[in-house]
């Protein structure tokens, strides 16, 4: 077992088992119930996803980075969509865009979290991946930002150590 591979199972089993504990809300009952669980999480994880020439680690500072920048920008949508929801002046335009990526068709995972994110967004629904684009249902066009969306794009980059092209396609 080379060092890489060891040291992506520690790490792989340590994040599992504190997820065990949390979800367990830190009951040590049954605790060897528990470690099965998470021996058997790590060991299908590593089956479905370890690919030793590509792994990249997270970006944990990144991701601590991004955790407030998300609960904020949560906050500022849904205000926004229920200010658009409960007013009787807003006439909402829904629209379908075209979301150029940024991030390397290499970098798979970074591109579909990037997706899931917008989609936790308040007002936006991801609906498919089609080569670089990201296809989204948008509640009002007025209230898409598309700067907003490329500052998500690049923190989630950053998380995943993906590479981000010069130029995004533009159609």
């Known amino acids: 077992m080379s060092r890489k591979l060891r040291s992506w199972l520690l790490r792989r089993f340590g994040a599992l ?44 500072v990144a991701l601590f980075v991004f955790l407030p920048y998300f609960f904020y920008q949560s906050y500022k949508g ?3 969509v229920a200010w658009a929801a409960f007013s009787p002046r807003k006439v909402l335009r829904p629209y379908l865009m075209k979301f150029p990526f940024r991030i390397r068709p290499e970098d798979e995972l970074a591109r579909v979290t990037v997706a899931a994110v917008l989609c936790l967004f308040p007002g936006t629904v991801s609906c498919r991946i089609e080569n670089d684009y990201l296809l989204m249902h948008v509640l009002d066009e007025g209230m898409f930002d598309m700067d907003e ?21 533009r159609e």
């Open 17 to 60: 088992a504190i997820l065990w504990s949390v979800l367990a809300e830190g009951s040590t009952f049954q605790w060897w119930f528990g470690l099965m669980v998470v021996v058997v999480a790590t060991a299908a994880s590593y089956i479905l996803s370890y690919d030793e020439q590509n792994t990249k680690s997270l970006n944990l």
């Open 78 to 80: 849904g205000a926004r």
């Open 149 to 169: 969306t490329r500052k998500v794009e690049r923190l989630i980059a950053n998380i995943f150590s993906a590479d981000l092209s010069q130029a995004a396609v």
